[in-house]
């Protein structure tokens, strides 16, 4: 899968894909992101990609044309199976919107910055408009970031039996049990027995029940009950 970022800040884009399961990912050729730097193709002076609002306002908008230039070279070279916008006003990104992207292709992403890109760009090009929350960041690329972890670490292949995505939150539209390791002490705080009963059925129906609870309390529209 390819995965190719617009942005007019790169370096945030640096590390976020250079460690753990994205770098192993990358390393096995089964994620491939490419970050453009959107000032690198403005026709305009001084690398400028943004401008005042036309009726009047605080906050620069991304120009049209740095965009569509870029795009356009872009979509030249290959298909793209969805080009994204990251807007707080997207729809809310959730485990079910990853899954369904880990299955593509090739997936473009523009990052908003200043006040957002001119709306003639999302008519256009934008196939798909993705929010991360209900809070405002200064800019799309650590949501771009957040989308493509959750996204990439479902590639198949990309996870082993170690990482396995089975049983992560959400992927069975529950939240995960709780998880412990050495010692089986801990200043007084026990392990749960069950754990240690070395019966794999019991360790199951343990951690179900769990997950069952935690969601009830803590995420009940989860489970449908809101
Ligand atoms: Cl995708 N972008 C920005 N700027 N803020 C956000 C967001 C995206 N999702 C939540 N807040």
């Not at 298909?79 to 959730?94: A, H, R, S």
């Not at 408009?129 to 198949?156: K, N, Q, T």
Request: net charge negative; aromatic share 6%; glycine share 8%.
């Amino acid at each position: 899968m390819r995965i190719d970022i617009i942005t007019v800040v790169p370096e945030l884009l640096d590390s976020p894909f250079a460690h753990s399961i994205m770098k192993r990912a990358r390393a096995k050729g089964l994620l491939e992101v490419v970050v453009h730097n959107l000032r690198d193709h403005t026709p305009y002076r001084q690398a400028q990609v943004d401008d005042y609002q036309f009726g009047g306002g605080a906050g620069m908008v991304m120009m049209p044309e740095p965009l569509a230039i870029l795009l356009d070279k872009l979509k030249e070279e290959r298909q793209y199976d969805e080009v994204i916008f990251m807007t707080p006003d997207g729809k809310l990104f959730d485990q079910k919107t990853a899954n369904s992207l880990s299955m593509r292709g090739n997936i473009m992403i523009i990052c908003g910055h200043y006040k957002g890109i001119d709306e003639r760009i999302r008519q256009l090009y934008v196939t798909m408009e993705i929010s991360i929350g209900d809070y405002v960041l200064s800019g799309g690329e650590l949501a771009a970031a957040v989308v493509v972890d959750a996204v990439g670490r479902l590639i198949p292949g990309v996870l082993n039996d170690e990482t396995s995505a089975l049983f992560d939150s959400f992927q069975d539209g529950l939240l995960a049990p709780p998880v412990y390791t050495r010692p089986a002490d801990f200043r007084g705080m026990k392990v749960p027995e069950v754990l240690l009963s070395g019966n794999p059925k019991l360790v199951d129906e343990w951690r179900h029940e769990q997950s069952v609870l935690r969601t009830k309390e803590r995420r009940p529209g989860l489970m449908g009950e809101e």
